[in-house]
């Protein structure tokens, strides 16, 4: 038709991932132009180091079974607290499905203390033994720790001295100079002999390793102002061990609130040597008269990197109640066991002022 272009489909210019035509005045324009449509994008996969990242959280029903509650020492919906041996109570909360995200404990150390109730640990005659009996107990913890879950267990060393009974009545020594203690025996001539350091926290770390916990971390704790040691012919003892145990490769560790600015915004894991000062022991002007305590200090990097938003916190060993009055002040819920009823009297006092501290007028 005269004064109209072809309509035929070779005279049409063509936009490249478009159904439509265009006019001939955008022909320059759209050859010079040619915009892809780019397919949809797709979801980031998850890896399982991402994965790990988004832990599993015990529900409130489970946290406050009946059952759990009736066999607490003390219960409410965000505490438990059991005056039971170790392996009977983490057998009980593995029986009703509990789960804990993270588990930081400062054992009895070896021959050090003697707490005055039936099935104690830290007595045992050989420190073989010893180590024997709190890897079984601390294995029972495996049921019950999440898979991307931590635990973290603070060790001391022991000297075996073979002198006999203390007999000085040094005030210093009044607390771990309870008469004859496991160190102070003739010994086997091998590993117990007069002055050996018993590296009992790494054997014990070895042990772990055995029975298939993965040692991340020996955290070293550097005391400042160690109490001294009345001794000629070696260094002062000034530090403990504070292992980080993992089941799996990928588990849940977020270094933000505890880590190392840098410069350029980062942030970088805190250091493996804390230098903490130590809370000295007897009566702390509360009725707590333990007298292994811990710093809170102590279980901030612990707990802080490992346990996620209302995550659960168990100290199988609780003894004054550090760890849990740690983590009621920010948030989580948490899981206390030890031996000692007088001790749970003085956890209980303690983790229920942490969560709820008197309003100042």
Not at 22 to 35: G, L, Y
Not at 118 to 125: A, D, F
Not at 152 to 169: F, I, P
Not at 271 to 299: C, K, M
Request: glycine share 8%.
């Amino acid at each position: 038709m005269a004064g109209s272009q072809s309509s035929s489909p070779s005279n049409r210019p063509f936009v490249s991932g478009s159904l439509g035509m265009v006019s001939p005045k955008s022909k320059a324009t759209a050859s010079s132009k040619v915009v892809p449509i780019q397919p949809p994008a797709r979801p980031p996969k998850l890896t399982k180091a991402n994965a790990a990242m988004h832990p599993f959280v015990i529900s409130e029903e489970i946290f406050c079974s009946s059952k759990l509650q009736k066999s607490a020492f003390y219960a409410d919906e965000n505490i438990l607290i059991f005056n039971m041996e170790i392996r009977d109570a983490l057998r009980l909360l593995a029986t009703h499905k509990m789960l804990v995200n993270c588990i930081v404990t400062s054992p009895p150390f070896y021959g050090q203390r003697d707490y005055q109730v039936e099935g104690q640990i830290g007595l045992e005659n050989n420190p073989k033994e010893f180590i024997q009996n709190l890897v079984a107990s601390l294995d029972l913890c495996e049921p019950i720790l999440a898979d991307n879950g931590s635990m973290w267990v603070n060790l001391g060393d022991t000297y075996w001295s073979g002198k006999g009974e203390h007999k000085s009545g040094e005030t210093k020594q009044s607390a771990r100079r309870f008469g004859l203690r496991p160190q102070d025996k003739k010994g086997d001539g091998k590993l117990c002999v007069p002055k050996q350091l018993l590296l009992i926290p790494h054997r014990f770390a070895i042990a772990m390793q055995d029975e298939g916990w993965i040692v991340r971390n020996d955290n070293v704790w550097v005391k400042p102002n160690p109490i001294p040691d009345q001794v000629r012919d070696r260094c002062s003892m000034s530090h403990e061990y504070m292992f980080h145990f993992v089941k799996e490769r990928w588990y849940y560790f977020d270094k933000n609130l505890v880590g190392r600015p840098t410069e350029s915004g980062s942030v970088l894991p805190p250091l493996d040597t804390w230098e903490i000062a130590p809370v000295r022991g007897g009566s702390n002007g509360n009725g707590d008269t333990h007298r292994a305590r811990f710093s809170e200090e102590l279980v901030k990097i612990p707990i802080s990197t490992t346990t996620p938003n209302r995550g659960v916190v168990l100290d199988p060993f609780a003894g004054s109640g550090t760890s849990l009055a740690f983590a009621r002040k920010h948030g989580y819920r948490c899981v206390g066991i030890d031996i000692k009823r007088e001790f749970c009297e003085q956890m209980v006092s303690r983790v229920r002022e942490a969560q709820d501290p008197e309003v100042e007028d």
